[in-house]
């Protein structure tokens, strides 16, 4: 994890430069697979995939003899067969609704949906069917919205139906005429809303454009069309490339849709590369083009993931993965960002055979398999093998591969769960001392502003990043108070003081209040391993350190190892003006009761005055005759002016500082009848 390469720390040597290291796969595949079934023969057995739900669906001899439904959970996994197909051809399209209820199938060339009432191991005849609107008209998929409404995307239309499963019953709620020439759907993850499912699709009179489609359980809103920019084409001189469904995804980043087009540009005369453009879906406007993704210099095939807010790009020629982030920094043209890969590009980790009990052998699992179907987000399936996987990133292995250190420090506060790595990091930056304090600040900037923003955003859909790669004050203080303890020479509690100022520095950039731990680490840095208390001083003095409660008490706390800390603590709480019981407390404890009196009256803190107990006991406890005499006498005249009588209340419980007083002086019974008034304003006026 060290990407250090600016300032070597004391004794130790310089970290090899990142291109000179073996570094390891960053991209894996689950182990063990999601789900194993029988491979896809194309004949006897056929494997669909339900992209909205999660599930493999493997049909055996058109469900026959069984069909196989594994999915992400156990109450998404089922086997059953069909009895009978009734001469209904090769199931074209098989899926269950989202609450598994109705499973849907549409077999052959017909123009019908089947709908079959899930209860039993054994499904026969369908419960009901509905058919195309248009007689002319001929179903290319459908799609579940939400547990009671179905879309069929035909050849000529698109008709959004509700499903009334009591009734048996399907209404067509509204049609909208358009000849599709391909179609794409990708259901929108959003917890604050109901179920969304975004369809893409062409049609034949305009290929290079694309017309996003929403629907929701409450209807079907179509949304701006908008011109895919295709590059002119090689083969055919003054015509534009043409778009093809291979060439599109939909890919869902940080909360926003966007529609993906790869397209072949050209580089240099007879040379072209691959680029990955991003539209982003607006439902107020036509998408718009923000990103351009630069893929390679060489032609091939590409198949697209997202992982941890990261796009994922495949090249099955050169049988390696590139990542983008799309929220780090990169060059702008007025109208898109162009990012090239954060990182070197790098092939999958080679996972474990495939074991196949049937056979009792292993098969090995190729990568970048011409036979791989790959869906968003993270699902990559080789029908042929029967085996599907879910794409993971390994991320502690990126982190070597960076050479800035502010880009890693924005890589990670965008990935999730990233928090522990990122406090490694910064505990390695400050034990090897690697980074100047401009660095230093740099990395602070960053990791502060992303915690205000994620404050700023967090209940919105869109966040800035996840609450637990967020790095706050209490995780800073707590590497700041492991390297206290670990520091043993002068110079790396000299570097650490400057670093805490660094982050103070940058707390009150972002307009953030210090925590008063931040600032106890400072003090401890400076007095408990540095001794720098002319420091300590100075920064009271100009209120780096600001004022509170418990700082004034840590001050206390230095008073044995610097004295002066004790009237630094004073000089706190007054300024305060909310500390005039502690300041009291602190006067008393440090035997100083005459001043804890003055102090009592100048406030006009009657409470306190009417406690006489407390002073008398650290009076008498201090030995000093004259003190006791003159506390005592000063509390007699307090009770006399406010009572008319020199006697303690019996609630004040002080009979044996009068028996003390007794005992050192004589009785006093005569003084409480000759007291005048005059005496009295002689006794206060001492204080």
């Not at 069909?82 to 209820?101: E, V």
């Not at 029967?386 to 502690?396: Q, S, V």
Request: charged share 20%; hydrophobic share 40%.
């Amino acid at each position: 994890l060290l990407l250090n390469r600016d300032m070597a720390a004391e004794g130790t040597e310089q970290p090899q430069p990142a291109r000179q290291k073996q570094h390891l796969p960053y991209l894996h595949l689950s182990n063990p697979p999601v789900a194993t079934f029988e491979p896809d023969d194309s004949t006897i057995n056929r494997v669909f995939f339900d992209q909205s739900t999660g599930q493999v669906l493997a049909a055996r001899s058109q469900g026959t003899t069984g069909v196989t439904v594994l999915g992400p959970s156990p109450a998404l996994c089922h086997k059953f067969r069909i009895a009978t197909d009734r001469g209904g051809g090769t199931i074209r399209s098989i899926k269950f609704s989202p609450n598994q209820s109705i499973l849907s199938m549409r077999r052959g060339h017909s123009s019908l949906v089947e709908f079959f009432f899930f209860k039993s191991p054994e499904i026969g005849d369908a419960d009901f069917s509905q058919p195309c609107k248009a007689k002319s008209g001929k179903i290319q998929e459908f799609h579940w919205i939400g547990d009671s409404n179905i879309v069929f995307v035909t050849n000529i239309s698109l008709e959004y139906y509700s499903v009334n499963a009591n009734k048996k019953q399907v209404k067509l709620l509204k049609s909208v005429s358009m000849n599709v020439a391909w179609s794409m759907f990708h259901v929108v993850s959003s917890p604050k809303e109901e179920f969304t499912g975004l369809l893409v699709l062409a049609t034949y009179d305009q290929l290079n454009s694309i017309q996003p489609v929403l629907f929701r359980p409450s209807g079907m809103t179509r949304l701006a069309r908008f011109e895919v920019d295709m590059p002119m084409s090689s083969t055919r001189a003054g015509q534009k490339q043409v778009l093809r469904e291979n060439a599109v995804s939909v890919l869902q980043l940080h909360g926003e849709t966007y529609v993906g087009v790869v397209r072949k540009q050209l580089l240099i005369p007879n040379r072209q590369g691959s680029e990955l453009v991003l539209y982003h879906v607006l439902r107020d406007a036509p998408a718009k083009k923000s990103f351009i993704l630069r893929l390679s210099a060489e032609p091939g095939s590409f198949a697209i993931n997202v992982v941890d807010n990261l796009v994922i790009v495949h090249h099955q020629e050169q049988r390696t993965s590139l990542l983008f982030d799309t929220r780090l920094p990169g060059d702008s043209d007025g109208f898109a960002v162009h990012l090239a890969p954060v990182v070197p590009p790098m092939p999958i980790d080679q996972p474990l055979p495939l074991f196949n009990p049937d056979h009792n052998s292993s098969q090995e699992v190729v990568l970048y398999d011409k036979a791989w179907v790959v869906f968003r987000p993270d699902v990559i399936i080789n029908p042929l093998l029967g085996a599907m996987w879910r794409l993971r990133l390994t991320l502690p292995n990126v982190v070597p591969m960076f050479t800035s250190n502010p880009a890693l420090l924005r890589f990670l506060q965008h990935r999730a769960a990233s928090r522990p790595l990122q406090l490694l990091l910064f505990e390695r930056f400050f034990t090897q001392r690697t980074l100047s304090l401009e660095e230093v600040a740099t990395l602070f900037d960053i990791s502060n502003a992303t915690y205000k923003h994620f404050l700023e955003t967090k209940n919105k859909a869109a966040s800035c990043c996840s609450e637990d790669s967020v790095i706050t004050q209490t995780d800073m203080c707590s590497i700041f108070q492991d390297l206290r303890d670990k520091s043993e020479c002068h110079a790396r509690s000299k570097y650490m003081v400057a670093v805490v100022l660094e982050f103070i520095k940058s707390l009150g950039k972002n307009h953030f209040v210090v925590n008063f731990a931040i600032e106890e680490s400072l003090v401890n840095q400076l007095v408990t391993i540095g001794g720098q208390f002319y420091q300590l001083h100075q920064f009271l003095q100009y209120h780096v350190i600001s004022d509170s409660k418990p700082m004034a008490c840590a001050l206390l706390s230095l008073q044995r190892r610097y004295s002066p800390a004790h009237q630094l603590s004073l000089d706190m709480m007054k300024r305060l003006g909310t500390a005039h019981n502690e300041i009291i407390e602190v006067l008393l404890s440090s035997g100083d009761v005459i001043g804890a009196i003055k102090y009592a009256r100048q406030q006009n803190m009657a409470d306190e005055l009417k406690c006489a107990r407390k002073f008398l006991d650290v009076a008498m406890k201090g030995g000093d005759r004259k003190l006791f005499y003159t506390t005592y006498k000063f509390f007699q005249a307090h009770n006399l002016s406010k009572t008319g009588s020199t006697a303690f209340s019996p609630f004040e419980r002080c009979e044996k500082y009068t028996a003390h007083f007794k005992t050192l002086f004589g009785d006093d019974s005569y003084v409480d009848q000759t007291l005048s008034q005059a005496t009295i304003t002689q006794e206060l006026s001492v204080f």
